[in-house]
């Protein structure tokens, strides 16, 4: 079983930076690969990033690619968003998932609790 706790979302105004964390436990969470989905009001859940936790390859989408970045911290169990020129669009509730495999369409297994982001223009 793997629990994942997301923090760090918030209030920003566009054009500017947060990051998320997201904290990882149990047995056998060294074997999932580590990601972010994010849902808009509206719309449905959308894959933004993953990486590997054994490789550290990464996968962005589209959408934010060039603007976010994910990294880990193995020895912590921590998985961060780094999220820089933020747009309204950017808008929505960013949950932590773990899977054997994540790609962009993806249903994961474990998911977070989820942490608001909010970006005013």
């Known amino acids: 079983q793997v629990q994942l706790v997301e923090s760090g979302g918030g209030l920003v105004q566009a054009g500017g930076s947060l990051r998320l964390s997201c904290a990882a436990s149990g047995r056998t969470f060294s074997r999932y690969t580590m990601g972010w989905f994010r849902q808009a009001p509206g719309k449905e859940r959308e894959f933004v990033a993953a990486?590997?936790?054994?490789?550290?390859?990464?996968y962005i989408a589209d959408s934010v690619k060039g603007r976010f970045t994910i990294s880990r911290d193995n020895a912590k169990n921590l998985v961060y968003l780094q999220m820089n020129s933020l747009k309204p669009e950017d808008t929505a509730v960013y949950y932590c998932?773990?899977?054997?495999?994540?790609?962009?369409?993806?249903?994961?297994?474990?998911w977070g609790q989820g942490t608001q982001v909010t970006v005013s223009s």
């Open positions: 998932v773990a899977d054997r495999v994540l790609t962009s369409t993806s249903s994961p297994t474990h």
């Open positions: 990486i590997s936790w054994s490789s550290g390859s990464t």
